[in-house]
């Protein structure tokens, strides 16, 4: 066992976009002693949340889920449903849409990337009219799928799924719609049946405030249709035996049970809340923190209003300044975890995490955090983001803590 020879007093503030701090409740869950994954007991858990996490993606269709991270379910969405050799659109908006792009060569699919030249696409959305128009080129339909990330976790831009949607249909184009919604789902709105998607995948770390270890599938009549006649090999992560499976509760292998007493908890947290209050709470935080950032007279990563991230904020630091360096500074003298810049923003920015089982005080504990790291570190600042945040949160009222009690 790991020996820690020191124990920080307090607690530490994870405020990084995923893992997010997993609450009281859902560990004590976690907790419970793990039971026979062929017994009776286990087929109910199975089917309640089975059955919860479709309210989740908003759909009706079966939700896949894998004991696996993130990275898993991206794989298990492309090798159901594609063959090698086949065409697939893909969105630049960041780090993650560049590593599934790599994952679909690296499993003999041709992947187009397309997106804004330079750094330019990692601080915009998705632009949906890009995709109708390489969609209406493709006469011939050789692009079997177009895949998108909801939520660049790299760099703090939500995009708008639906437009993309519209896009494909103003193409009249036959290709399936795969998103990873990893850092977006339980943050902000996701609809995946409304917005015609044919798979959705996502993780366990984020906004739904478990651990790392399950990953997700919301698959499409379309998409459950075409693996029936995908080629690429899979076998682990084969919809059909888990989908049959599944219809009473259990899975073909061994499945997260101690993960999937969690889930079931966070399920009854997240309802409970209201799926709309969890979002606008994730919007009045992102605000906040947003508000700080600009008061210290610093740039956002993302450049566009319409689509900052209700999950986590993109801080770039000025020309000279290593964001590595003032995130490690705040580790060490703050016990704050802060994301750091991934792929072609590294050292340029640091990630603030604003997600999952966070409130006004965690937030402005981590911009405190940031405020006198940034100060330690010579960067020079405007003025107090912590005392903007607060006058925003001040004037700015979250939900009531509790329902009214009758
Ligand atoms: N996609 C997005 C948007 C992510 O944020 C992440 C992880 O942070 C992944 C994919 C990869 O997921 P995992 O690290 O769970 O494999």
């Known amino acids: 066992m790991l020996k820690l020879d020191f124990h920080p007093a307090g607690r530490h503030f994870l405020q990084i976009p995923g893992p997010s701090p997993v609450p009281d409740r859902i560990l004590r869950a976690m907790s419970y002693p793990t039971i026979d994954h062929r017994g009776p007991e286990f087929g109910a ?38 063959s090698p050799g086949d065409a697939v659109l893909m969105y630049e908006t960041g780090h993650f849409a560049t590593l599934w792009k790599k994952m679909a060569e690296n499993l003999g699919l041709k992947p187009e990337f397309l997106g804004l030249p330079g ?109 029936r006649h995908a080629k690429l090999p899979r076998a682990f992560w084969n919809w059909a035996e888990i989908v049959e ?10 499945p997260n049970t101690n993960l999937l007493y969690g889930l079931s908890e966070a399920l009854d947290m997240i309802l409970g809340e209201g799926l709309d209050n969890v979002f606008a709470r994730h919007r009045r935080l992102a605000a906040a923190c947003r508000a700080a950032v600009q008061a210290w007279g610093l740039e956002i990563q993302c450049v566009d209003p319409a689509v900052y991230s209700p999950v986590l904020t993109g801080v770039v630091m000025p020309e000279g300044v290593d964001a590595d360096a003032v995130r490690k500074l705040i580790y060490e003298r703050f016990d704050l975890s802060l994301g750091t810049g991934l792929g072609k923003v590294k050292g340029r920015m640091f990630r603030i995490g604003h997600l999952g089982d966070c409130n006004d005080l965690a937030l402005m504990a981590a911009l405190s955090g940031c405020e006198m790291g940034l100060r330690l570190a010579g960067v ?20 009531p803590r509790l329902k009214a009690v009758a």
């Open 119 to 227: 750094v330019e696409g990692w601080r915009r959305g998705v632009q949906a009219d890009l995709i109708e128009a390489r969609l209406r080129a493709d006469t011939g339909h050789a692009i079997k799928a177009v895949c998108v990330v909801h939520n660049e976790t790299s760099t703090g831009v939500t995009s708008d799924v639906a437009a993309v949607r519209r896009a494909i249909d103003a193409a009249g184009h036959p290709a399936l719609f795969m998103v990873d919604t990893i850092s977006g789902l339980a943050c902000t709105d996701y609809r995946h049946d409304e917005w015609g998607v044919d798979v959705t995948v996502s993780g366990s770390q984020k906004g739904l405030m478990l651990p790392p270890g399950i990953s997700f599938n919301a698959v499409s009549q379309k998409a459950l249709a075409a693996s």
């Open 380 to 399: 020079p600042l405007r003025a107090s983001g912590v005392g903007a945040a607060m006058d925003y949160l001040e004037q700015h009222e979250s939900a």
């Open 45 to 82: 858990l199975g089917l309640a949340v089975l059955d919860g996490i479709k309210k989740i993606f908003k759909t009706a269709q079966p939700v896949v889920i894998y004991p696996a991270s993130g990275t898993g379910a991206w794989e298990a969405a492309l090798t159901n449903t594609l």
């Open 245 to 254: 499976m599944n219809q009473q509760g259990y899975w073909p292998y061994t």
